[in-house]
Nanobody
C-alpha cells in the first residue's frame, strides 16, 4: 500500500502563486520509477488531468490550460512530487489530487484510470 498526502492548497488572488506538495509513504521503494500525476475536480465537474511526470521525472505532461503556468517536479529522495502554480486564475479553483501509477496499464499519463493510489485532495481557491 502507498499513502499520498497533499499539502499547500489555500486561497489566493488571481495572478498569485501556490506550490502543492504530495508526499508518498508506505511501499515507496519504486517511487522514482512510478508515474505521478496531479488532477483537479471543481464542483459539479469530472476530475480532470492537470500534469504528470513519468520515469524519474524525465518526461512531463500538462493540460493545455496550465501549460506555461504550472510546473510539475519531483524529489525522489524525499518521495515527493510538487506542483508549482503561477499566474493562477479563478478557473483554476478546484480540489487538487495527486496520484501514483503503480501498475502501468498503458492508458497514458492523462487518464484517471491509469492511476492506482490517490491522495485526499487539497483545496485551491483563486479569487478574482
Amino acid at each position: 500500500q502507498v499513502q499520498l498526502i497533499e499539502s499547500g492548497g489555500g486561497l489566493v488572488q488571481a495572478g498569485g502563486s501556490l506550490r502543492l506538495s504530495c508526499a508518498a509513504s508506505g511501499r515507496t521503494r519504486t517511487f522514482s520509477t512510478s508515474g505521478m500525476g496531479w488532477f483537479r475536480q471543481a464542483p459539479g465537474k469530472e476530475r480532470e488531468f492537470v500534469a504528470a511526470t513519468r520515469w524519474k521525472g524525465s518526461s512531463t505532461y500538462y493540460t493545455n490550460s496550465v501549460q506555461g503556468r504550472f510546473t510539475i517536479s519531483r524529489d525522489n529522495a524525499m518521495n515527493t512530487v510538487y506542483l508549482q502554480m503561477n499566474n493562477l486564475k479563478p478557473e483554476d479553483t478546484a480540489v487538487y489530487y495527486c496520484a501514483l501509477d503503480w501498475i502501468s496499464r498503458g492508458l497514458g499519463p492523462r487518464s484517471v484510470a491509469e492511476y492506482d493510489y490517490w491522495g485526499q485532495g487539497t483545496q485551491v481557491t483563486v479569487s478574482s
